[in-house]
């Protein structure tokens, strides 16, 4: 079944939604994103991910294209247009049509391209979280400002292949015998004494809507919490290992670079956090 999606004004179906040959988030990756879950038909965290929004077209000299207020209706519409009830919307900008390739900067009376589409699939009950997920290292590539969210995301799409090149459903990435990110979500590991670990919030990850949530949750139901830097070695002796994003919530790990991370199952501490998220997240979304 065809969607409807939204590209630059109009609501149109997915078929007849066309962007320009000379679009600069097509010629130059000069464009930013968000995905934002969609809970029971009503979006999950969206402020925050239309704040991350703001600061990322900041940090790119990039013009938003409406206000943050307006972009939030138009997302209510296009769920309701799509009959979403689990899921996800993406969102992008670019710096729009330059009306030729050119390395400069367009002048500031070229509008922007945005682009919203949904894309359903199971948040709750996907198969990964019961059976857990296996991991590979793989050196991190990626630039430099990794807290803004761009599209130039051939890297994560390297590390995925390479991850199932070699078995695995996904690869965490390392710099400097660190763990940054896994390839499109942040990483975290539980050491013998039930301490969560992440890594603190700075150019070299991105601050993940959901990495802050899960903070927060951690910190009202008293367990304990390192934000710090963990070292390849930490991971792959960790009790247990997770990874969070806006579309996975949490995904237990049970095997990294062919190692068994504990017993070999989603472990109990990090399946506890996940109850408690989705506990959240539903309260959140059903009582709007």
Request: proline residues 4%.
């Amino acid at each position: 079944m065809s969607r409807t999606v939204y590209l630059n004004g109009q609501f149109v179906d997915e078929q007849h939604a066309h962007v320009s040959v000379f679009d600069r988030g097509f010629l130059f990756a000069d464009a930013v994103y968000e995905v934002s879950a969609v809970l029971n038909g009503r979006l999950l965290d969206n402020d925050a991910h239309l704040a991350r929004l703001a600061r990322s077209c900041e940090a790119l000299q990039l013009t938003l294209p409406c206000p943050l207020a307006e972009i939030e209706q138009l997302q209510k519409r296009l769920i309701v247009e799509n009959q979403l009830q689990e899921g996800a919307i993406y969102l992008q900008v670019s710096r729009g049509n330059s009306g030729d390739r050119n390395f400069d900067f367009p002048d500031a009376s070229v509008t922007p391209t945005f682009l919203m589409f949904t894309q359903a699939r199971p948040l709750v009950n996907h198969p990964n979280v019961q059976r857990g997920i296996r991991m590979v290292s793989l050196e991190d590539i990626r630039w430099q400002r990794r807290d803004i969210k761009t599209v130039g995301l051939l890297a994560p799409c390297l590390a995925k292949e390479y991850a199932h090149q070699h078995q695995a459903d996904d690869a965490l990435l390392i710099e400097n015998d660190l763990v940054t990110e896994a390839s499109s979500s942040n990483a975290w590991i539980i050491d013998e004494h039930g301490c969560l670990i992440t890594r603190p919030l700075s150019t070299h990850i991105l601050h993940g809507i959901t990495r802050h949530a899960l903070i927060e949750l951690i910190r009202e139901n008293g367990l304990q919490l390192e934000e710090r830097p963990f070292s390849l070695d930490e991971a792959l002796n960790a009790r247990e290992i997770f990874i969070s994003s806006a579309t996975t919530f949490i995904w237990p790990v049970i095997a990294l670079d062919g190692k068994t991370i504990g017993d070999g199952k989603p472990g109990k501490i990090t399946l506890q956090l996940r109850d408690i998220y989705v506990r959240m997240a539903n309260q959140a979304t059903e009582g709007e």
